[in-house]
């Protein structure tokens, strides 16, 4: 094939991308995807204009779906799913396939607010708790979960706000949980979940596929009927091809899950966020211009970090996104509901990019 597809990225300075979603991804990933969308092993086609039942497209599938779960050590009795739709849709889909009379649902903002606001479609839904009262800034504590609810649902990292559960939490009735933005950045222990799913856009592909980890046991109980498409059992039948799934975005999966392997696994990739984080909450701690969000080190995310300008240095804050931006810093600008700042430390950000922006950080203290 005549090589007039060999891009290179013409901008001449270096951009340290900490995007929220879609965000940054290991350069070997990106490299494989592109290789594979101008021809896909020696195939003489593109991933992209072949068939999803194609003889080797079946392999990717199946790989990226037995690296899953060698990745979170899966146990027997769960389905991994590769879907449309985003985690948006999930948040209907949940309820459809668990919720039979009630449902609980632990409020951590807009994405839970979301997810929440679908289950009311189909039952009652208790909200269990809620940090509403402070913007989201903490993950409540002290909350029980009603053992008669069909399900509880949490949001484990909470992209907007930066706050995160980091552990696997115990539950009476089945954990459902959105893990959009933190699966793959620590080891969890997936027994303890009914479902898990999420859009894979931050830390694991290119947008346009969702993941959804199920114990298949669970399904089946509700007594509505389903839509073919939004029954988990469909999927789990048509082995995630029901119908024609996102085959480049899940070819990305699967380079990604393969660098993860070849980069030690999930208990390497936590201990490289739990590195970049410290080093961040460090700086924005000790820095006289900035101040975190999020106070409690235990809700801290360690994908999301959220910070603004302390008030007598609120008038800087254009001041420092146009130096930051000058130096590489790509995708700071916090939500527009929380303002100020976010860096998105997912894990194909490196601890040298976190490095960048501190040193941006301490040169700004330094003029001020
Ligand atoms: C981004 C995000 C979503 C929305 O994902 P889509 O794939 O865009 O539907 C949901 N939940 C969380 C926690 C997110 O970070």
Redesign the pocket.
């Known amino acids: 094939m005549k090589n007039i597809y060999n891009h290179k990225r013409t901008t001449k300075m270096k951009k340290y991308n900490f995007n929220a979603?879609p965000s940054k991804l290991p350069a070997e990933v990106m490299k494989a995807v592109s290789d594979a969308c101008i021809e896909f092993e020696g195939s003489g086609l593109s991933l992209m204009e072949m068939s999803h039942r194609a003889k080797n497209f079946q392999p990717v599938l199946d790989e990226a779906i037995a690296l899953f779960k060698e990745l979170l050590n899966i146990p027997e009795g769960y389905s991994v799913l590769f879907l449309g739709g985003?985690?948006?849709l999930e948040f209907c889909m949940v309820p459809y396939n668990f919720l039979e009379k009630k449902a609980a649902y632990l409020n951590t903002g807009v994405?839970a607010k979301k997810a929440m606001a679908e289950a009311k479609n189909f039952g009652e839904t208790i909200e269990v708790a809620t940090s509403a009262d402070k913007t989201f800034s903490y993950i409540p504590k002290g909350w029980t979960i009603p053992a008669d609810a069909d399900y509880f649902h949490i949001?484990t990292?909470?992209?907007i706000y930066g706050t995160e559960i980091k552990k696997d939490i115990d539950s009476p009735v089945p954990l459902i949980a959105?893990m959009?933005?933190d699966i793959f950045s620590r080891p969890i222990d997936v027994s303890k979940y009914a479902m898990i799913y999420?859009?894979a856009?931050?830390n694991l592909s290119m947008a346009g596929v969702?993941f959804v980890i199920v114990k298949d046991e669970l399904l089946g109980k509700v007594s509505r009927t389903i839509p073919t498409m939004l029954d988990y059992r469909t999927h789990i039948k048509g082995g995630s091809m029901f119908n024609t799934p996102p085959t480049v975005p899940i070819y990305c999966a699967l380079q990604t899950l393969k660098w993860i392997k070849a980069n030690g696994g999930v208990a390497e990739m936590e201990r490289r966020a739990i590195e970049k984080a410290d080093a961040l909450y460090g700086e924005i701690d000790r820095n006289k211009l900035f101040r975190a969000t999020v106070s409690d080190p235990e809700d801290r995310s360690r994908m999301n970090i959220c910070f603004v300008m302390n008030e007598e240095y609120k008038e800087l804050e254009a001041e420092f996104m146009a130096f930051a931006t000058e130096k590489g810093m790509v995708g700071i600008k916090g939500h527009r509901s929380v303002g100020g700042f976010r860096a998105s430390t997912y894990n194909a950000v490196t601890i040298e990019d976190v490095n960048a922006l501190i040193a941006c950080m301490q040169e700004f203290e330094k003029m001020h």
């Open positions: 979603g985003g985690a948006s994405w949001t990292n909470n992209t959105d959009s933005s999420g859009g856009q931050k969702t």
